[in-house]
């Protein structure tokens, strides 16, 4: 006589039978890891609605209105576009600072891109201490756009400065360079070109990715290193340079920290550092033109967003991705 066995529930497979899941369990526990989420995402959320959200509205608002910091709320008066009206049409100072930084970022930018290409390429190398040169080398980055960093800068470009005194050894005559209208800028982009660490192991984490067959497929078809350069290194290294190229495009539109320590605050000489930030600042904090200021920043974001949209526009006509594919 054949003995037959009851299913075991707990096991999957043809007739197992499951036990039914508790009746709202499952979305009780959906619900509770939800509102776990949240209580950790709520420190983020309440600094992007405290420190980001709310003033940007509120800086909106104010480009809109006379506002002077000065003058109490209720006394601000509306008055519409004719921030953006003196901007446009009868602002001098205005259209000099959109020329001072255009002139840094197109000059600075790309330099500092080409430092930062050419020393990776050269630390892309199994010597010996190249760990502690490219440390070396990415140390100004750590530095960035501090007061203590800037005020060096300023004393080895004075008259009395250490660039002077090496000149000397040469029998150069040396100049004030922060203090000369036609060199101050130049000293502020040397100082921007000279922090090119943070590209530069970037660029160099990108070479690592090349692969090396393609260098040796490159030298047996004859190809020199100037030529597996240009066709293997750069096309494979078109999305680094992109990433690089966008992040400090940016940055150097938003430089402000050394110009205001060359110039104490005030954009000199003769208004050659006055940078588009340092313009916004003096506007709102020292002539206390807040409502002005307010415009003169969502200029300055609507442009560095068009900047951006016209780089990812473009780049799919250069940008090259591994898997083939250009987006």
Do not use: C
């Not at 000149?167 to 000293?187: M, Y």
């Not at 990433?243 to 050659?272: K, R, W």
């Amino acid at each position: 006589m054949a003995l037959t066995t009851a299913p075991d529930p707990t096991r999957r497979g043809t007739g197992s039978v499951r036990p039914p899941a508790p009746r709202g369990g499952t979305g009780r526990i959906r619900h509770g890891e939800g509102l776990a989420g949240y209580v950790f995402l709520s420190p983020w959320l309440v600094g992007l609605m405290a420190i980001t959200a709310i003033p940007m509205l509120l800086s909106l608002y104010l480009s809109f209105t006379n506002y002077d910091i000065l003058t109490p709320w209720s006394e601000v008066e509306w008055v519409g576009l004719a921030n953006y009206e003196r901007m446009f049409i009868s602002d001098p100072s205005w259209w000099h600072s959109v020329r001072v930084t255009l002139n840094f970022a197109l000059i600075a930018v790309p330099l500092k891109l080409a430092a930062a290409l050419g020393v990776a390429l050269l630390l892309n190398r199994a010597w010996r201490g190249v760990g502690l040169f490219r440390g070396l080398f990415y140390l100004p980055s750590l530095l960035g756009g501090s007061v203590a960093l800037a005020i060096v800068w300023v004393n080895m470009f004075n008259r009395e400065g250490a660039f002077n005194s090496f000149l000397a050894l040469f029998g150069i005559e040396g100049k004030p360079w922060v203090n000369d209208p036609d060199w101050a800028l130049e000293t502020l982009m040397v100082l921007a070109i000279w922090q090119f660490g943070a590209p530069m192991v970037i660029f160099l984490a990108g070479l690592k990715q090349v692969p090396t067959e393609l260098y040796e497929a490159a030298a047996v078809d004859g190809a020199g290193k100037f030529r597996q350069f240009v066709n293997v290194t750069l096309p494979m290294l078109s999305p680094v340079i992109f990433f690089n190229l966008v992040l400090e495009t940016i940055n150097g539109f938003q430089g402000f920290t050394a110009a205001f320590v060359l110039s104490n605050g005030t954009g000199g000489p003769v208004d050659s550092t006055l940078m588009y930030t340092l313009n916004l600042y003096i506007t709102g904090f020292t002539d206390l033109e807040m409502g002005y200021a307010s415009a003169m920043a969502w200029v300055f974001l609507i442009a560095i967003a068009i900047i951006t949209v016209i780089f990812f526009s473009t780049g799919r006509f250069w940008v090259h991705y591994s898997d083939g594919e250009d987006r």
